[in-house]
């Protein structure tokens, strides 16, 4: 038979999918279509990420530690009323550093000691990560930032979005082959590459609960949605 050679200028190369078509490679009958086609699934959050942490600022280094360990304390038990297990509460970085105050013409002046303890806390129970962040304010903790919310297992729905990208690969090679006047013969290589989209961490600010009279704002999480998508590159033989 033959052979091909497939010359798609211009249109193809600025199709979705990133296609191309090459010459015929040796030891094949036909022509092959390499195509490189995605799958997206949209799931529902369900794990929250937050860091949260207390600092302070002392007169000397003790007096720094002391206080910010006693906060914490306070911090952390909070975390356990909530039911948070220790294994979802690491801490990030504890810091101590010593406070300038600075003059114009003046050299710095030492102030104190600032320190500063910070965990990273996962949330299992969406809906009441706002109560939380709010008790953990209450506690002491003066540096929240988050939360990023993400899938906890999400293989289970990249594998629903691996079936997609093939089928959708499949159907492309189709489309070319009619476009083309062919027929799709077989499928000669297939391999993967993809990643999730985590939207960044929205920022929460502890002086962002309100107080009117003896009622305070409650801090909402919307969860949202997110989209999980998987690359394939195929190969196939067309006659």
Do not use: C
């Amino acid at each position: 038979m033959k052979h091909w050679k497939i010359a798609l200028a211009g249109a193809l190369m600025a199709a979705p999918g990133a296609l191309s078509a090459q010459a015929v490679v040796p030891g094949l009958s036909g022509t092959r279509l390499d195509i490189s086609a995605s799958g997206e699934v949209t799931r529902v959050p369900d794990l929250a990420i937050i860091s949260a942490g207390v600092q302070t600022l002392q007169p000397t280094a003790t007096a720094a530690i002391e206080e910010n360990a006693a906060r914490m304390e306070r911090v952390r038990a909070a975390l356990k009323r909530a039911g948070i297990d220790d294994k979802d509460i690491q801490t990030s970085s504890i810091n101590l550093n010593p406070d300038y105050r600075y003059v114009e013409n003046q050299p710095p002046k030492l102030t104190g000691y600032r320190a500063s303890n910070t965990v990273n806390v996962k949330f299992r129970d969406l809906k009441r990560t706002g109560a939380i962040l709010d008790a953990l304010v209450r506690e002491g903790a003066n540096q929240i930032n988050g939360p990023s919310l993400t899938i906890d297992k999400p293989e289970t729905a990249y594998d629903e979005a691996r079936v997609k990208a093939i089928a959708n690969g499949r159907a492309r090679a189709e489309l070319y082959a009619r476009a083309l006047g062919m027929q799709v013969v077989r499928l000669l290589s297939v391999s993967e590459g993809g990643a999730m989209h985590v939207p960044p961490p929205m920022p929460y600010a502890a002086d962002a609960i309100m107080v009117t009279g003896a009622r305070a704002a409650k801090t909402e999480i919307d969860p949202g949605t997110q989209n999980l998508t998987t690359s394939v590159s195929m190969s196939f033989e067309l006659r």
